[in-house]
Structure formats: structure tokens, C-alpha cells
């Protein structure tokens, strides 16, 4: 028996019954049907355990998104907008089937608890689908030139720059800025529906965010393709 993996799971599915706050190894180690000394020969701190969910849950979406966007880029021409459309949708189809997992990684902080630098690298794989995505774009001639430019100097670290790959030109040079604010758009509307923020004004909650994403990508100059 591999108990990190039932670890794993029995604290997955108390997850949406406690909350991220609520794990503690007592509570799983019940879940599980395990001594707590054999959930601590493991995950020694709850602290540990929520780290290792993190992980999971970055590398499940992120892989979810990533096969997403090759299936819709296998035949070569797939337009950037039609592969933004395919990993948006992958991603929502994601954290519909796993609202708990969504509240941990994008809800509000666990008190107490500080993400290691273990989490950097699952939890840079959603961005950097989304880069990929734009920087195609980018150098198809796929992107529509922006009205207006950030003004002033740069607002963007330069890890931001490192997962891009560099700066383009002008009339592009912001578009790292306008990709982090399409992957914050693409989170807040997940929220808003993983979170019921939108049941009582949306009627059609998969037309709805289908629609929402081509409005968000017209931000950073992409045109999404509708089927």
C-alpha cells in the first residue's frame, strides 16, 4: 500500500467538507483508516500535506491544459485564439469537477500556511501554457496591435519576462502586461462560478464564460474563434 497516496486522497475528499483550514493529520489519518503516526511517517506536519495538495492540484490543471492545447494545435494551423478557447475551457472543465482543490490553490490564503518554493514550478505551468499560447500568437501575426500602450517603465518582474522569453517590440511591448491580466480574467471567472458568484445573473453559465473569453482576449489582441 502506497500510503501517500491514500493519504492524499482521503485528505482530497475531506477537503470540501473542512476547508484547506480544517486538515489536520488527526482528521485524515481517520479518513483514511490509518494510525496517525502513519499519516506523520509521511506528511510529519499538516503544513507538509497541504503542500503536497498544492502540488497536485497545479500539476493536475496545468496537465489538463497543456493536453488541451495540444489537441488543438495537432494539425499545425490552429488559429492562437481557437487554442486559448481549448485550454480556458480545459481549465474551467477542471475546477468544476474539482471545486475544493480550485478554493485551495486560487481561494483565499490558509492561515498560517506558506507556499515553499516547491510550488513555483507546478504552479508556473498554467502561465506558462498561457505564454506559449500569446507568444505564438505574437509571431504568426496573430495579435491585433493595442490603441493604448502602458505608459511609464515596466510593471512586470522579470521572472514574468523569463517565462515569455523577452520583451517584443513595439506596438507589442506590453504584451506581458496584457497576458497577466488575461490570466487573472481567466481565474476571476472561475471563481466567479466555482464560488456561485454568477447564479443568480448568468443564465447560461458555459455560453457565458465562452463569451467572457472572447472579450478577455481582446485585451491582449487575440480574436477567439467561437464554434
Avoid: C
Wanted: proline share 8%; hydrophobic share 50%.
Amino acid at each position: 500500500m502506497d500510503i501517500s497516496s491514500v493519504v492524499r486522497a482521503a485528505a482530497r475528499r475531506l477537503l470540501g467538507e473542512l476547508g484547506a483550514g480544517g486538515l489536520t493529520l488527526e482528521a485524515v489519518a481517520d479518513g483514511a483508516g490509518l494510525a496517525v503516526a502513519e499519516v506523520a511517517s509521511v506528511f510529519p506536519h499538516r503544513d507538509d500535506l497541504l503542500t503536497a495538495l498544492l502540488i497536485d492540484a497545479y500539476n493536475e490543471s496545468g496537465a489538463a491544459m497543456e493536453q488541451a492545447d495540444q489537441a488543438a494545435a495537432k494539425d499545425g494551423d490552429a488559429p492562437a485564439g481557437a487554442r486559448f478557447l481549448a485550454v480556458a475551457r480545459a481549465l474551467r472543465a477542471w475546477s468544476l469537477d474539482n471545486p475544493a482543490e480550485f478554493a485551495l490553490v486560487y481561494g483565499s490564503p490558509v492561515p498560517g500556511y506558506h507556499a515553499p518554493q516547491d510550488t513555483v514550478p507546478p504552479a508556473s505551468r498554467t502561465p506558462a501554457v498561457l505564454a506559449g499560447i500569446v507568444r505564438s500568437a505574437l509571431e504568426a501575426g496573430e495579435l491585433t496591435p493595442p490603441r493604448r500602450a502602458v505608459p511609464g517603465p515596466p510593471l512586470i518582474r522579470p521572472e514574468a519576462v523569463a517565462l515569455f522569453g523577452s520583451v517584443p517590440e513595439a506596438p507589442f511591448a506590453d504584451v506581458i502586461e496584457r497576458g497577466i491580466v488575461l490570466w487573472s480574467n481567466l481565474i476571476g471567472l472561475l471563481a466567479f462560478e466555482v464560488f456561485a458568484r454568477t447564479h443568480d445573473s448568468v443564465l447560461d453559465q458555459s455560453g457565458f464564460f465562452d463569451f467572457a473569453i472572447v472579450v478577455t482576449a481582446e485585451g491582449v489582441g487575440l480574436a477567439v474563434p467561437l464554434d
